[in-house]
């Protein structure tokens, strides 16, 4: 059970807690401390409150985020962050086992702040109650409100106690039902199967996207089978993973699994977290590895070998016979319906060899990495196109990678610096495909796809680099400056920055977390960036730039108001038939309003509204919602419902807007034109060990190309053996 009634029950002890820290010596308090922004700690706090609705509800400040980020990007995928905090909550870190390995499972975590807590524990027992948490070194208030969700403070299991293991089984049906004719319609299955025992451990994900038959011809029943066995040991072999896996390493140069908190202005801090090697779980079908990963040794000095050899999707080039020459680019999304889906579909081998090295002690630590990567097929861009300059083509990537981490006071410094070398090309010949060597731009620029011949080390390298101050406990800074060469590849990459990809970006991005008054909390952040080469849309260099500007009030346990404002411009050209392309900057701006009550400990009413404005086409939108969830005393039953009301001038001043769902699953629908959005939601928990979920979305469409009604059913049943 999930820490609750144990936690902090009130905002006035929040707050006591930080005039508590404020009052102490540095050196009682000890360093690094991991502030974070008011709008998760306040979310953390509404989740801490008597009864179990607020305990269930997710992260309010993630899931506001999610939508920023996926109006200003249609290419972000939150998907595998938001389903690896799922798994924290179904299997909440037990911190009073001592263990450094559990405790780490808390991925926002350094390295330090894990040592520290394992070792408090293991000196004074376990821990009663969140308030001695927030007064270890390097801990404070937020950053133990952002663990509440998923931690447990039950008393560690004796010693030598005898456990036949927990099996957790998820199976998900969903199924959409249009009044036209649409690829979207069909039904999506996905099942999940986890089991842990002493030191093994094995899952196993199988999904079908709708229109995805199941079928086992040329195929393992499923369209995506997913799956790894997992050894954690506790002498110099650390950790053994077969099957699929993901790693994060430094500050995620070369290696993020959560790839998507790059794009997180308002984040809590610009530095990633711990580096780790994981069970890969998610239903992400191309980001990730296959094969096998050895962790060796410890947080202070070990080491991280991987092996992967995994089938991803890819754009195929033919030559006049239809042999598979190349491929022009990758395809995401995962779903494989059309024949162009089909086609692509595992037709990419990617190989992958890599090794990282850390070291360090108690206020310094350091790692370099190093992989190669080998493709079935080599990668051939159309170069006649401007933002394929810096493509990458060949079919071998070499990738080198150095971070530091430094200090534990109260300025923490980190930084990364990487590299990115690639092969030459291999089986054009014969094909109308370009060699390496052709200068299809006319341009022979140096540092170029077409003129590059050699290694250029000056256009294939990237450093961030950043500092984390807090100068009292009511406020924490955070700067990061980064630099990405337009040449520089990385394709499991996934660095603090506003674009896409893994190259072309120059910016400088600062924030402040403020509690500026009792129950009021701010966070203002800004981000500006230069994208120096073209990129798609925009055929000359350009720049960009966001804010975001946040505020929270909560004058009593039970209510809190939050509003936002945030702004993104960014240049593209210009539309236009014939003639040099001009550059215009779009910007769009947002307003937010989020009213939350709850009464009893089992109703909890939301209010939202929101505002987009567009320019300079001067579109707006306008979206207003109403949800309501309630927990039945006298029987194990939950309801949600939301009704939301959407009127905008077209797609780009869409607005996002989140809804509970299933476990293990997250829905953020877009709304634009004139559309009403609802849906209702019952959940039976009869045991602790079972629940059942039913849901229900009903959208009706006017006056644009989602005309018509829409709706889905999903079902789902999670058992605990």
């Given at each position: ?12 002890n ?7 820290s ?26 801490l ?13 993630i ?25 924290l ?5 037990k ?27 293991k ?29 447990s ?34 039904i999506?299955?996905?099942l ?5 025992q ?12 709708p ?8 195929a ?11 050894y ?30 790059g ?21 992400e079908?191309n ?27 890819a ?54 990495t190093?992989a ?7 990668f051939i ?40 070398l ?5 089986g ?63 394709f ?41 080469w073209?990129?798609?849309r925009s ?9 975001e ?37 779009h910007?769009r ?27 300079p ?7 207003l ?17 939301r009704?939301?009301?959407?009127s ?8 996002y ?21 609802s ?29 018509g ?6 079902g789902?049943?999670r058992?605990?053996?």
């Amino acid at each position: 059970m999930v820490a609750q009634m144990n936690c902090l029950c009130s905002v006035d002890n929040i707050i006591m807690l930080n005039e508590i820290s404020d009052e102490l010596p540095e050196h009682n308090l000890g360093s690094g401390k991991n502030h974070l922004s008011f709008s998760i700690a306040l979310v953390v706090i509404m989740a801490l409150l008597p009864g179990r609705l607020l305990c269930q509800e997710e992260n309010l400040a993630i899931k506001e985020s999610v939508e920023e980020i996926l109006a200003l990007s249609e290419d972000a995928d939150p998907a595998a962050m938001l389903e690896e905090l799922e798994e924290l909550k179904e299997s909440p870190v037990k911190i009073n086992s001592g263990d450094a390995k559990e405790i780490s499972r808390l991925f926002f975590l350094t390295e330090f702040q894990v040592m520290v807590l394992a070792d408090h524990v293991k000196k004074n027992g376990s821990a009663v109650t969140l308030y001695e948490l927030a007064l270890l070194p390097a801990f404070d208030r937020n950053t133990v409100l952002l663990m509440a969700p998923y931690i447990s403070l039950e008393p560690a299991s004796p010693k030598g106690s005898k456990s036949y293991g927990r099996t957790l089984v998820t199976l998900t049906a969903s199924a959409r039902f249009n009044d036209d004719e649409s690829d979207t319609e069909g039904i999506r299955s996905l099942l999940k199967v986890k089991h842990e025992q002493g030191s093994f451990s094995f899952g196993l994900t199988a999904e079908n996207d709708p229109g995805e038959s199941f079928t086992f011809k040329n195929a393992p029943g499923s369209d995506f089978l997913s799956g790894y066995i997992q050894y954690e040991g506790k002498g110099i072999i650390n950790r053994i993973i077969a099957g699929d896996f993901a790693v994060r390493a430094g500050e995620g140069l070369l290696f993020n699994s959560s790839r998507w908190m790059g794009s997180w202005l308002s984040s809590p801090s610009f530095m990633s977290g711990r580096s780790v090697s994981s069970p890969y779980t998610s239903t992400e079908e191309n980001n990730f590895f296959r094969g096998i990963s050895l962790t060796l040794g410890s947080m202070n000095a070990g080491a991280v070998l991987l092996a992967s050899s995994n089938k991803i999707d890819a754009r195929l080039l033919f030559a006049e016979d239809s042999t598979a020459t190349g491929v022009s680019n990758l395809v995401s999304g995962g779903i494989h319906t059309t024949v162009s889906q089909l086609g692509a579909r595992n037709s990419l081998k990617e190989t992958v060899a890599g090794l990282r090295l850390t070291a360090g002690a108690e206020k310094v630590r350091g790692g370099v990495t190093a992989a190669a990567t080998w493709f079935s097929l080599p990668f051939i861009p159309d170069l006649t196109e401007p933002e394929n300059i810096h493509a990458f083509a060949g079919d071998r990537l070499l990738n080198l990678a150095a971070d530091i981490r430094a200090g534990t006071g109260s300025v923490l410094f980190f930084a990364e610096a990487g590299l990115g070398l690639s092969g030459p090309l291999t089986g054009t010949a014969g094909t109308d495909n370009p060699g390496p060597q052709t200068d299809t731009t006319g341009t022979d620029l140096s540092g170029t796809v077409s003129a590059r011949g050699g290694l250029n080390l000056s256009d294939s390298w990237a450093a961030t680099a950043g500092l984390r101050v807090k100068p009292s406990g009511r406020i924490t800074f955070n700067i990061l400056a980064r630099h990405f060469a337009p040449g520089y590849i990385a394709f499991h990459s996934g660095a603090f920055k506003a674009g896409s990809g893994s190259g072309n970006e120059t910016g400088l991005s600062a924030s402040v977390h403020l509690e500026a008054a009792r129950h009021l909390f701010i966070t203002a952040a800004a981000d500006h960036y230069r994208i120096p080469w073209p990129r798609y849309r925009s055929s000359s260099p350009s720049f960009g730039s966001r804010i975001e500007i946040k505020g929270e009030y909560v004058p009593r346990d039970n209510t809190s108001l939050r509003l936002s404002w945030t702004s993104s411009s960014r240049e593209y050209d210009a539309t236009a038939e014939t003639g040099t392309a001009v550059s215009v900057t779009h910007t769009r701006q947002q307003l937010g309003l989020v009213f939350d009550i709850s009464m009893a400990g089992t109703l909890r009413l939301t209010t939202r509204a929101s505002a987009s404005f567009i320019t300079p086409s001067r579109e707006k939108g306008y979206l207003l919602s109403q949800d309501f969830s309630y927990s039945f005393r006298s029987v194990p039953l939950k309801l949600w419902f939301r009704y939301a009301l959407c009127s905008t001038g077209g797609w780009d001043s869409r607005l996002y807007a989140w809804e509970n769902d299933l476990l293990s699953s997250f829905s953020v629908p877009a709304l634009y034109g004139e559309m009403t959005r609802s849906f209702i939601m019952l959940s039976w928990k009869p045991t602790d060990r079972i629940e059942a979920r039913v849901k229900y979305g009903y959208t009706l469409a006017g006056n644009n190309s989602a005309t018509g009604i829409r709706q889905e059913v999903k079902g789902q049943v999670r058992i605990v053996f």
